[in-house]
Every structure is written in structure tokens, then in C-alpha cells.
């Protein structure tokens, strides 16, 4: 008998507080608009359950050697539609779920070369099994695309950042 991979891995519904809770790990790139790898990372998550969404405090280690930190704070305001806050973001982050698709708009400030320059994130978060999430996000400035981040989120602790 034949099984389809939806059948074996791909989910129908994505519950982000469900996916988000306890340890995570992810790995990433940019790639910019001419299609040149900039920046690759890992990370490690931690997730904390709210009572009405979750926390993730995530710690990153770039290619280059830097580390960065940061917090989300997402609330879910309705079965679909989530907030994000976090100090590098303007405003507040909108989500909106639909079956095993997150999609997120925000306007997020960037370091880039000793400035930060505020940019407008598409996200598009797709839960792909039980353990992993995959993310692409387009960034752009003016309308402008400047390039797209990619990221596989897994479920699970791991020692990439110390």
C-alpha cells in the first residue's frame, strides 16, 4: 500500500502555541536580491507558554561570529489571527493563520553597517511535520526587495549557541 507524504509528514492545521512550547533550534540564511548567500546562522529557542500565546526568547550565532538576542511576545487575538511585539519591531506584528500557513507582516528595524534602517517583513511560516517549521521571509525597504531569510525551526534543545 502507497502513503503520500501528507499522509506521513505534512500537517493540516498549524497551532502555533502548540508548535511553540519548550526548546527549539533553527538554522538560517539571507540571501539578497541578486540571489548571494549574506549571512548564515543557528539559533537556540526557548518557548514559554502564556496564557493566551507564547514567549520565545531566541539566541543567534552568525556566520561572522556575532551573537545577537531577541524576545517575541505573541498573543493570539482570535482562532487565526496573532500579535507579535518585539523591541526591534515598529508597531506591532499581525498574523494570520490559515490551515498549516502563518503569515506575518511587520516593519522591523535592521543594523546594517553601524545604522538601523527600518525594513517591512513578509513572513510566511509553513508547518511542515510534527517538528518543523519553515519560514521565508521577503524584506524590503521602499517596495523595494532587498532579499529573503530562510529558516527551519525543529522542535528539540540543541548546544548550537552557548
Same mark, same amino acid.
Given at each position: 500500500?502507497?502513503?503520500?507524504?501528507?499522509?506521513?509528514?505534512?500537517?493540516?492545521?498549524?497551532?502555533?502555541?502548540?508548535?511553540?512550547?519548550?526548546?527549539?533550534?533553527?538554522?538560517?540564511?539571507?540571501?539578497?536580491?541578486?540571489?548571494?548567500?549574506?549571512?548564515?546562522?543557528?539559533?537556540?529557542? %526557548?518557548?514559554?507558554?502564556?496564557?493566551?500565546?507564547?514567549?520565545?526568547?531566541?539566541?543567534?550565532?552568525?556566520?561572522?561570529?556575532?551573537?545577537?538576542?531577541?524576545?517575541?511576545?505573541?498573543?493570539?487575538?482570535?482562532?487565526?489571527?496573532?500579535?507579535?511585539?518585539?523591541? %526591534?519591531? %515598529?508597531?506591532?506584528?499581525?498574523?494570520?493563520?490559515?490551515?498549516?500557513?502563518?503569515?506575518?507582516?511587520? %516593519?522591523?528595524?535592521?543594523?546594517?553597517?553601524?545604522?538601523?534602517?527600518?525594513?517591512?517583513?513578509?513572513?510566511?511560516?509553513?508547518?511542515?511535520?510534527?517538528?518543523?517549521?519553515?519560514?521565508?521571509?521577503?524584506?524590503?525597504?521602499?517596495?523595494?526587495?532587498?532579499?529573503?531569510?530562510?529558516?527551519?525551526?525543529?522542535?528539540?534543545?540543541?548546544?548550537?549557541?552557548?
Amino acid at each position: 500500500m502507497r502513503h503520500s507524504l501528507a499522509d506521513k509528514a505534512c500537517v493540516k492545521q498549524f497551532r502555533p502555541e502548540e508548535f511553540f512550547s519548550g526548546p527549539l533550534s533553527a538554522s538560517g540564511m539571507f540571501i539578497d536580491r541578486f540571489g548571494k548567500v549574506q549571512r548564515r546562522f543557528v539559533a537556540d529557542i %526557548d518557548c514559554t507558554s502564556t496564557e493566551n500565546g507564547f514567549i520565545l526568547d531566541e539566541s543567534f550565532l552568525f556566520d561572522d561570529g556575532q551573537s545577537e538576542t531577541r524576545q517575541w511576545v505573541i498573543t493570539c487575538r482570535s482562532g487565526s489571527v496573532y500579535e507579535g511585539r518585539c523591541a %526591534d519591531v %515598529d508597531g506591532v506584528a499581525i498574523g494570520r493563520l490559515q490551515g498549516p500557513v502563518l503569515h506575518w507582516r511587520y %516593519d522591523f528595524f535592521l543594523d546594517v553597517s553601524g545604522r538601523r534602517i527600518k525594513t517591512r517583513f513578509q513572513d510566511m511560516m509553513v508547518r511542515q511535520s510534527e517538528d518543523i517549521v519553515l519560514n521565508r521571509a521577503r524584506v524590503s525597504k521602499f517596495g523595494l526587495l532587498l532579499g529573503e531569510l530562510f529558516i527551519s525551526f525543529r522542535r528539540g534543545p540543541t548546544d548550537f549557541v552557548s
